[in-house]
């Protein structure tokens, strides 16, 4: 059994003739531990698949399968649960508190959660650890390079011990450096620590650092391609995917 499955997932925003279809149809496997990219041309429907597996959002029709759950069947209090405890969620533009250090943003999730700050500050800062901010803790996130305020929004992510990992457009703010090592950090989020991560990307250079890249067209999965485990030249295997499907 696949660790996440959507099944005929269909998403529609509005009604009658002013009916937008963001999803049509979609059928999708993960495997726990695995890595995916998912890429596509803007207004694809990326972004709401990231989305409605995340719980963020219901579909209109189909199903979003975790671990043999169908979230479509739970009510918002268990999907509420579901998110705070098995899902991490990274975004683009980071998202931290600003009055916040560095070590008290990353155990925010497990704070709300009703953890003791103590414990919660111990979880949080387990992570920071791995990612090499140890000597940061106290920093907050307007004394952080942007690389440094992603690698605190990762351990925020995963400072709850989930088993999912969400990052949409994770790199998107970031200079080529530190996209690529964010990248290289969520490859190891999945390869080291063995997390599921799903990733939305429309740089074939921070894809190619997936298992796998699944190519949404109009709402629709349209083509896949396992990845070498070599990095080196698959950004260009992803290009000529993007050019084939009409990127």
Not at 141 to 157: C, E, M, N, T, W
Request: aromatic share 6%; hydrophobic share 40%; with cysteine.
């Amino acid at each position: 059994m696949a660790f996440i499955s959507t099944q005929n997932l269909s998403k529609i925003f509005g009604s009658g003739p002013t009916a937008v279809t963001a999803l049509d149809h979609v059928n999708l496997s993960v495997e726990a531990g695995e890595f995916v990219a998912i890429m596509g041309p803007s207004g694809c429907g990326k972004s709401t698949l990231l989305h409605l597996i995340g719980g963020l959002d219901r579909p209109s029709s189909g199903k979003v399968i975790i671990e043999g759950t169908s979230l479509t069947e739970m009510n918002d209090d268990r999907l509420t649960e579901l998110r705070r405890r098995k899902i991490g969620f990274v975004f683009q533009f980071f998202n931290l508190i600003p009055v916040l250090s560095a070590l008290e943003n990353a155990a925010l999730p497990v704070t709300l959660d009703g953890v003791k700050p103590a414990e919660a500050q111990q979880k949080g800062g387990k992570w920071l650890a791995r990612f090499g901010l140890s000597d940061r803790f106290s920093s907050r996130p307007d004394q952080l390079s942007g690389g440094q305020q992603q690698r605190v929004a990762i351990a925020r992510a995963l400072a709850a011990e989930p088993s999912l990992v969400l990052a949409d457009e994770p790199t998107g703010n970031l200079d080529t450096h530190s996209g690529d090592e964010i990248a290289g950090l969520l490859r190891d989020v999945a390869r080291k620590y063995t997390r599921t991560v799903i990733m939305v990307t429309h740089d074939p250079r921070i894809a190619a650092y997936a298992d796998r890249i699944v190519f949404l067209k109009d709402g629709k999965v349209v083509d896949e391609t396992v990845l070498e485990r070599k990095i080196a030249g698959n950004a260009a295997v992803v290009t000529h995917k993007l050019q084939d499907i009409g990127e």
